[in-house]
Structures are given as C-alpha cells and as structure tokens.
C-alpha cells in the first residue's frame, strides 16, 4: 500500500478500537502474537482490499518479536504469524518472484500465474 494508505488504514482501525467496535469479537492467534482483534501497534502495509492485511508488528507478544509480520483477517477473528521479520519475509518473496510463482501485472499488483 502506498505510505497514505498504511497511515489511513492505520489510524481507522485504531479509531474503531477506541470506539470498542471489536470488544467481544473472539479471536485466536499463533504465539508471539498480542491479543486482541486489532492492537495500535500493528502497521498494516499490505491489504487484499476486503479488510485483510499484513503487519508489521511493533508491539509482539510475550514470545514474539518486535518487527515480525502478522496476518489480520477482520472475518474470522484469526491471527497467525507470517514472518519472524520483515526481512524474512521480504527475503521470502523474492524467492517466490524468482522461482516466478509470482509475477507482477500493472493494475493487478502481484499474480500466481498457474492460476
């Protein structure tokens, strides 16, 4: 997402949970991961447009790390753990580019091309 999007995302979620929007939604997440449904300190960077992100995390649970990268679904409640770090995953996608299980089209973005 550009940078104006990360920051509006970033700050409607964190509006909706000063609003208690989320309270009593159940959630279940990988270890290393705060609980919640959604915490301040999750910096969407890449969304699927429905609502879905991935994170970077600065604010990890007690076995976490801070700069991993978390995957927030907003339907189901679910929180996993995609990357120990941004780097990884980073490193990851390359991998995946290379291999070219991925390639790029301009006005879709990144494309399994198998499918």
Not at 16 to 33: K, M, Q, Y
């Amino acid at each position: 997402m550009p940078l104006s999007e990360v920051v509006a995302h970033w700050k409607m979620l964190g509006e909706n949970l000063d609003r208690n929007e989320f309270a009593g939604i159940d959630v279940t997440a990988d270890i290393g991961l705060a609980p919640g449904f959604w915490h301040k300190g999750w910096i969407p960077f890449i969304s699927n447009g429905g609502g879905d992100y991935y994170c970077l995390d600065l604010a990890p649970g007690e076995e976490g790390a801070i700069g991993q990268i978390v995957s927030f679904n907003h339907e189901i409640g679910e929180r996993w753990l995609v990357a120990p770090s941004l780097r990884m995953w980073l490193s990851d996608l390359v991998q995946e580019l290379q291999a070219v299980r991925f390639s790029y089209e301009k006005g879709k973005g990144l494309v399994n091309p198998s499918k």
